[in-house]
């Protein structure tokens, strides 16, 4: 016992600060070996002896931790030319789980100095700091060279000096220590990892020091931690044990429970109240400790009452007396403890813990805490160790128990022990109780007692079981019976004061748990660690849509088609035609032509021409007949457009799969086309008069960087068509009046396979940017024209219009200017303002007059006015002059918030007494904040350019987090304040898309320039003395303002249900608006969503690898439309995004369909009526494999019910999403969506064929293939195929009389690739189910 004492005392660490272990989970803990060198320096003096002592510091709470290593004395020596060195060349061992930059290693150099008496004492001459973890949290990258540490004079001491400033470098109060340094090698250890359940967390320790369980170094190495060897363990088994509590265990118990209570009203400084404390369960943790720490977590083990097990029928402690019978707590457990090691550290400890709960008293019975849902308290009352004797194998053990204010190895405080004068007849060893217990190393008599077990517990297991939140354990061998396991209070226990244990995490059986103690630190065995190859959620590319060079160079007969077509023409400010530029290459933007441009307004023009098939595109999906189109562009309101119609160039509505593009025409509100030119030409207004101070460089950022956005939807069905983008870098003029120029965008579609896991890192490799289970479709072709327009700021067309109604001009031009959301004030310009009656500004006044006025004649009318007025008047003087003093000390400031953006301004505060007071900074709004830390306000100062100083700790925070700064007399200091939200504006929330397109796409033209001065928040800030007293006020206007968006997202998935999505981030560098030459490599990504309720999160997966966005969105109901915002940044404090995602969640219902290639499977949904009747229509997106019945429009009753039957034939195998949409055809409103998962399976192929064909265009190819019937009567089949494209039948249906043999002819269409294609030729009966399926593979030479 001796040496686990002495080891015990000796090693201490002091704890992490307490906001260290708020993390959860706990990181793995890292290991490291330091070697310190040798020490030079002109400061040493010769023959003098010195001695480095290192310890552990956390530099961002100013502690330090672990326990401080002393190097031996070494004597300095001269060294060439005039220094001195003195050499340790010893190394040091640690490892800690606080990866943060803030953790540190501090030396400090200590010299052996002789007072004048002849004493010597110990002086520090200087210092330094390692760093061991760089930014992000990853340990210092160290080469294998040495390392030089810059000393500072003084002491470690100085680093919790109050002015102390990290980063050290810009610390103005240390001083460097010329032409000294020390050493050193600091380097990551890996061997140490394998005995880290050996040594505690934060302790520092050299090679030359034993550690209880490792063996000395081997051969002529002289340090055991290069390269560690354990010790063999031997298995020990603890059996009926039992403790005894003095003078009895009801006593005891008593007392406890009547101290307990006693201490809880005496801090509740309460009366008696009816209520109790309870014992809920005791429990004993068993485990080995090394006198370092706790080998293994220990387990935990249900202690019962020995009346209790005796009453049950059980064994009955050995050697109990009759007077002590049922006083003793038994464990009817055996308890295996695999990690004991014969060496004299090695302990056994003990705890016993109690679960206390509060009960109170109902009709006389008791009401536990878990029946009212109270949490339970845990309280240690006592502990012992045992140290086994060499060569023990089986003997009986009897060890006291101690208690009271002695440190023990569960780091807890315990229950006093009874006074010496009590229970005088037994001895002073047993005063606190004693646990006894057999214990046995004899493997062979365990493998006979499990075998019983296991017939025991396979007896209890047929009985039913009971209700219980206990977590299963697998069972080892040697087992136990199964005895009561711990009640839910381990799941809601809380300490409640100072010494109790903590909440353990995680389940516990009866037998044991792996459960620590807090101050333990978990070892490798008592966590289950994450492989590298867990299963992850498949990433899809956050770059879909390649808005690459759209711009197109037409030739003259296209330039003759556009001037036929009847567009309207664009013009320039003196009314000229502007012509059609050339494309230019992307990325040539001079910014200083743009800004020594005097035409400084831009008149920014979109014009929609045509919508066409891509040539190459597939032909899967239907082909619409009217579109409409969504998109917003920079921080204007999002845009949904009217109903467009594809019109043919011969001037007919569009049929068929034509190739050639179809013009876009406006539709009336009856259903005909408009007789307006054709075409949709939307106008953006961009004058500088009403953009904030410097946001006309910002918006030729956008111009230059960013692209445009576009969704095509099909105007009948409202389903998706696709996607497009286009480069804004075209519309710069570049000193030129007027450009324009014509493009043609792909608009593509991305089809999300269902969600599914991929096991290892393919699906993670660097640069994979095309993952798994996305299918991308170009649909069409979009066909638009840019021009911007050059205006001197005053002539710009519409800017003296109306702001409450501006609408379509009669050639289909939607105007809509830039200041639309600013007011009118803003562009300069004088205000008058009327004078208005008393009555007319009060209605309170004008009430209380007309209710009470007298009927007489007007003079006394009149008088008796005056008379109320002047009472009125008296009554509110108090209330306006203190609106008068307010206005004297209110300060205003207006701050034109965007989405992600943080607004930063300085407030200056002004003490106006003569005496220093104490204010207290009240905000009324969250989005307002002071700025706390002095490094966010550095850097935003930075950012801003502001010249005032910053003040390192300069506020103080309440107990209410209310911040609190000193001022002296008559002193201005400056607060620093950040606006930021991340709630979309209520304005541009309104989800675009398919829900309502007849409402919206009127409103969305006639409400563009309505005012938007109804959404300015106000927000008051007071600042305070002491009583409450405002020395100042500040009211911030907050104007919010459109933000722009960089891409867009679209999902759909099933209602009610949750979206769980992986969004790969593109390199960084190519974000616009990231920083150039950031050092350390690629930057840590930080995102914000709009959606509190939203999960989103970033995830690394290691240096040089790819970044992903994690999201879990709850869907709502069908056809709901959940729109959210995702902002991303590059730096730590948020300050601008360089990104910002607009997501859309369509939420369907779903339906899963079973079903196999080429057969017809047929459903039904039910269709409920809404409120009125409709006429609608279902649309599907895939109508060659899911048919609808009926096919056409059809009335839906009010609050009817009628069946929609479909028939779903996939062409391909595996899983696939299909939209069904039902839609009001009258008013083209969405009334409901379905979304059908597909489990397509393969068919049974029966016989298979090859051939050759040419590629490249041709005829194409006959072919016969024969087909016998297996019936002996006649048989009606259907024949169809998975590729339509490339195959076509001579009949699509035949009939055979039965064994007959029948030729089926077969028409291959020509291929314009090379290649290989297989064709399924699916035979089905006249119920439409697969009789025979022939597959034909098709090479293409």
């Known amino acids: 016992m001796d040496e686990w004492e002495r080891v015990f005392r000796q090693h201490s660490p002091l704890s992490p600060h307490p906001q260290r272990r708020r993390a959860r989970p706990v990181p793995r803990s890292a290991a490291f070996r330091c070697v310190l060198k040798y020490l030079h320096g002109a400061a040493l003096a010769q023959g003098a002896e010195y001695q480095l002592r290192l310890s552990l510091f956390d530099a961002t709470y100013h502690h330090f931790f672990g326990r401080t290593w002393r190097s031996s004395w070494q004597a300095a020596r001269a060294t060439p030319p005039r220094s001195f060195r003195a050499t340790f060349n010893e190394t040091v061992y640690f490892h800690t789980s606080l990866n943060h930059p803030g953790i540190v290693a501090v030396v400090e150099v200590v010299v052996l100095a002789k007072k004048g008496n002849g004493d010597s004492q110990h002086l520090s001459c200087g210092f330094g700091i390692i760093p061991i973890f760089r930014c992000g949290s990853e340990a210092t990258d160290l080469a294998t060279e040495d390392r030089m540490l810059k000393l500072y004079h003084g002491t470690p001491r100085a680093l919790l000096h109050p002015h102390f400033q990290d980063p050290v470098e810009k610390n103005k109060y240390l001083t460097v220590m010329e032409k000294s340094h020390l050493q050193y090698a600091l380097k990551p250890h890996q061997p140490l990892e394998t005995i880290i359940h050996l040594l505690p967390e934060n302790l520092l320790i050299s090679g030359l020091q034993a550690v209880p369980g490792l063996l000395p170094a081997h051969g002529d190495a002289t340090d055991c931690f290069q390269k560690p060897r354990l010790m063999k363990p031997v298995t020990c088994y603890l059996e009926r044990l039992s403790i005894r509590l003095y003078p009895s265990l009801e006593e005891f118990e008593e007392e406890l429970l009547d101290l307990l209570n006693s201490d809880r009203l005496l801090q509740a400084n309460a009366a008696p109240d009816g209520e109790e404390v309870a014992v809920r369960e005791r429990r004993l943790h068993i485990g080995v400790h090394n006198g370092l720490r706790f080998v293994r977590a220990p387990q935990v083990a249900v202690l019962v009452p020995e009346a209790e097990e005796v009453l049950g029928g059980c064994w009955e402690a050995p050697g109990s007396r009759a007077r002590d019978a049922g006083q003793a707590l038994v464990l009817r457990s055996r308890i295996h403890l695999s990690e004991m090691v014969p060496h004299p550290a090695f302990v056994v400890c003990f705890q016993l813990e109690y679960v206390l709960c509060s009960a109170g008293r109902a009709g006389g019975k008791a009401v536990s805490g878990s029946a009212r849902g109270e949490a339970a308290d845990m309280r240690s009352v006592r502990w012992a160790v045992w140290r086994p004797a060499p060569g023990i194998s089986d003997t009986d053990v009897v060890l006291p128990l101690r208690g009271g204010a002695c440190r023990g190895p569960c780091q807890t405080l315990v229950y006093q022990t009874p006074p010496s004068s009590r229970s005088s007849w037994q001895g002073k060893h047993v005063e606190s109780g004693t646990v006894q217990f057999h214990v046995s190393t004899d493997l062979e008599e365990h493998l006979v007692t499990a075998a019983e077990i296991l017939c ?123 012509e059609i530029s050339e494309p230019v290459e992307l990325g040539s933007f001079n910014p200083r032509l743009e800004e020594a441009d005097p035409l400084q307004g831009n008149e920014i023009i979109l014009q929609f021409l045509a919508f066409g098939r891509d040539a190459q595109g597939s032909v899967e999906g239907p082909w619409p007949r009217t579109i409409f189109l969504t998109f917003q562009f920079y921080r204007f309101p999002p845009i949904t457009t009217p109903r467009l119609q594809l019109v043919s160039t011969d001037g007919g509505p569009v049929t068929g799969l034509t190739m050639l593009a179809q013009h876009l025409v406006r539709v009336n509100e009856d259903g005909t086309l408009s007789t307006r030119p054709p075409g949709l030409q939307l106008k953006y207004m961009v004058d500088p008069a009403f953009l904030r101070p410097g946001e006309q460089r910002w918006f030729l950022r956008y111009l230059a960087e960013h692209s445009l956005q576009i969704d ?241 700790e300069m506020f103080h925070l309440r107990d209410d987090l209310k911040p609190q700064v000193y001022l002296r007399p008559s002193e201005t200091v400056h607060i620093p304040f950040k606006y930021q939200t991340f709630s979309a504006d209520p304005a541009v929330v309104v989800a675009q898309g398919p829900s309502g397109l007849g409402a919206s796409a009127k409103a969305d033209t006639s409400s563009l320039g309505k005012s938007r001065t109804g959404q300015t928040k106000l927000i008051q800030v007071s600042f305070q003395v002491s009583g409450g007293k405002p020395i100042a006020l500040l009211r911030v206007k907050v104007e919010p303002q459109p933000h722009v968006v960089d891409q867009t997202f679209r999902f759909y998935h099933p209602e009610l249900t949750f979206l769980k999505k992986t969004i790969r981030l593109p390199p960084w560098h190519t974000l616009p608006g990231t920083p150039v030459g950031i050092p350390g490599g690629q930057p840590e990504m930080f995102v914000r969503c709009s959606d509190p309720d939203i999960i989103c999160e970033t995830k690394t997966l290691g240096p040089g690898e790819p970044q992903d966005i994690f999201l879990k969105v709850a869907g709502g109901p069908s056809p709901q439309i959940k729109k959210f915002f995702v902002a991303i940044y590059t730096d730590a404090w948020l300050a601008a995004p360089v990104q910002i995602w607009q997501f859309y969640l369509h939420s369907l219902q779903r339906l899963d369909v079973a079903c196999s290639v080429g057969q017809l499977t047929r459903l039904s949904l039910l269709l ?174």
């Open 456 to 578: 025991k517990d396979r007896d209890e297991s047929e009985q039913p079981p009971t209700p219980s939140l206990r977590v299963p354990v697998p069972r080892r061998v040697p087992a136990s019976p199964r005895g009561p396991g711990l009640s839910v209070s381990q799941l809601v226990a809380s300490p409640r004061g100072r010494g109790q244990t903590p909440p353990q995490d995680g389940g516990i059986t009866h037998l044991e748990a792996d459960l620590g103690s807090p101050n333990t630190e978990p070892c490798a065995d008592d966590q289950l660690q994450a492989l590298p190859f867990t299963p992850l959620q498949v990433p899809i590319a956050a770059v879909g849509l390649q808005a690459g060079s759209s711009c197109v160079s037409l030739s003259r007969a296209s330039l003759a088609r556009l001037h036929a077509a009847g567009f309207p023409e664009i013009l320039d400010r003196n009314q000229e035609p502007v």
């Open 712 to 952: 095509v939807w099909d105007g009948d069905s409202l389903l998706h068509v696709g996607s497009a983008a286009v480069k804004l870098e075209p519309l710069l003029r570049q000193g030129q009046a007027a450009v324009r120029t014509y493009h043609e965008l792909e608009v593509a579609t991305t089809e999300y396979e269902p969600d599914g896991t991929v096991l290892g890192r393919e699906a993670l490799r660097h640069g994979a940017l095309r993952p798994l289970g996305v299918r991308v479709a170009v649909r069409g072709r979009l066909h638009l024209c840019l021009a911007n327009v050059g205006h001197p700021c005053e002539e710009i067309p519409g800017q003296l219009l109306s702001r409450s109604r501006i609408g379509p001009a009669p050639d289909t031009t939607v105007t809509i200017p830039a200041g639309s959301w600013r007011s009118l004030n803003a562009a300069g310009g004088r205000r008058t303002v009327r004078a208005r009656r008393l009555m007319d500004v009060d209605g309170e006044l004008e009430a209380v007059l007309r209710s009470h006025r007298p009927e007489q004649g007007w003079p006394k009318q009149h008088a008796w006015d005056l008379q109320v007025i002047s009472a009125y008047r008296d009554h509110i003087k108090g209330d306006s002059i203190y609106q008068m003093l307010s206005q004297a000390i209110t300060a205003t400031r207006t701050v034109h918030a965007v989405l992600g953006t943080a607004e930063f301004f300085e407030f200056p505060l002004k003490n106006p007494y003569s005496i220093q007071h104490t204010v207290t900074i009240e905000v009324d709004h969250p989005e307002l904040s002071v700025i706390l830390d002095p490094r966010e306000w550095r850097h935003f100062k930075e950012l801003t350019k502001s010249v005032t100083p910053v003040e390192e």
């Open 1168 to 1341: 409920h009526g809404t409120a009125a009747p409709r006429r609608v229509r279902a649309f599907t997106s895939h109508p060659q494999e899911l048919e609808v019945d009926p096919n056409g429009a059809f009335v839906l009753p009010a609050h009817g019910i009628q069946d929609l039957y479909i028939g779903v034939r996939p062409r391909r195998a595996g899983s696939k999403f299909i939209y069904l949409n039902l839609v009001d055809v009258e008013y083209h409103q969405l009334v409901s969506s379905w979304l059908l998962c597909l489990s397509c399976r393969q068919p049974l192929i029966s016989k298979a064929f090859e051939i050759s064909l040419p590629a490249g265009g041709g005829r194409g190819c006959n072919k016969r293939i024969t087909y016998t019937n297996p019936y002996p009567s006649p048989r009606l089949y259907f024949l169809c195929t998975n590729r339509p494209d490339l195959l076509q039948f001579k009949e699509d249906s035949f009939e055979v009389a039965g064994g007959e043999v029948y030729t089926i002819g077969l028409r291959f269409a020509p291929s314009q690739a090379v290649g290989e294609e297989e064709i399924l030729i699916h035979i089905n009966d006249h119920e439409e189910k697969n009789e025979e399926t022939f597959c034909v593979k098709v090479l293409y030479q």
